[in-house]
């Protein structure tokens, strides 16, 4: 399953590169891609695994900036 998701308050490029490389280590994880130019997250991931996939994403995404946040609805 491939999704893609607008990202709140992802201030720089760094944090976005940041937030990319912790989420490709997460467990069911087949791509991600982090922009912070279009403020978008790019997620692809197991189908069986993929809640769990999107709260990891959404948790390291809070580590790497504790005000940046993934719009999920």
């Known amino acids: ?3 893609t998701f607008a990202m709140e308050n ?3 490029a ?3 590169a940041k937030m990319e490389k912790a ?3 997460i467990d069911g994880v087949k791509s991600a891609t982090v922009s912070f130019f279009a403020q978008k997250l790019v997620l692809e991931a197991e189908d ?3 809640d769990a996939a999107l709260q ?3 948790e390291a995404v809070r580590r790497v900036d504790a005000d940046c946040r ?3 609805k």
Do not use: G, R, S
């Open 48 to 50: 069986d695994k993929w």
């Open 70 to 72: 993934v719009v999920v």
């Open 23 to 25: 989420i490709l280590k």
């Open 14 to 16: 760094n944090c976005a």
């Open 10 to 12: 992802l201030d720089c």
């Open 1 to 3: 399953m491939k999704k």
């Open 56 to 58: 990891a994403a959404c």
